[in-house]
């Protein structure tokens, strides 16, 4: 059964950092692509940025570049995404996503290209 679970939210304050984890139940090497994914209340779910499980490469939005890195560790089947000068505008749930895909597919951010998702873990940026 394919399952991903989300770790690592909580109260932030502005300037300060954080560290999600995603663990997924099956091998996440070649063959996936895994997202991060944010959303507020009442707000359409925005893609953070994604990497493919085989080449690492990985692709970050607009709104989140320089502040985050996302990486994955295909020995333990985790996906982790740092972000750093964290804004009260981070604040959403955040969630992981992943979808398989054919090799060398450059991952999308598109929450609707994902078919896998995780619960989701609330970060919260207090200013």
């Known amino acids: 059964q394919t399952r991903l679970v989300e770790s690592g939210g909580g109260s932030v304050q502005a300037g300060g950092s954080l560290k999600l984890a995603c663990a997924a139940s099956?091998?996440?090497?070649?063959?996936?692509?895994l997202g991060w994914f944010r959303q507020e209340p009442f707000r359409l779910r925005e893609g953070i940025g994604s990497?493919?499980?085989?080449?690492?490469?990985?692709v970050y939005a607009d709104s989140v570049t320089g502040r985050a890195t996302i990486s994955l560790d295909n020995a333990k089947n985790t996906l982790y995404l740092e972000m750093h000068s964290l804004k009260p505008e981070d604040t959403a749930v955040y969630h992981c996503?992943?979808?398989?895909?054919?090799?060398?597919?450059?991952?999308?951010?598109?929450?609707?290209?994902?078919?896998?998702w995780g619960q989701g873990t609330q970060v919260t940026v207090s200013s």
């Open positions: 996503a992943a979808v398989r895909v054919q090799t060398g597919y450059v991952c999308s951010m598109q929450s609707t290209t994902y078919n896998i």
């Open positions: 099956w091998d996440t090497g070649s063959g996936y692509c």
């Open positions: 990497i493919n499980g085989g080449s690492h490469v990985t």
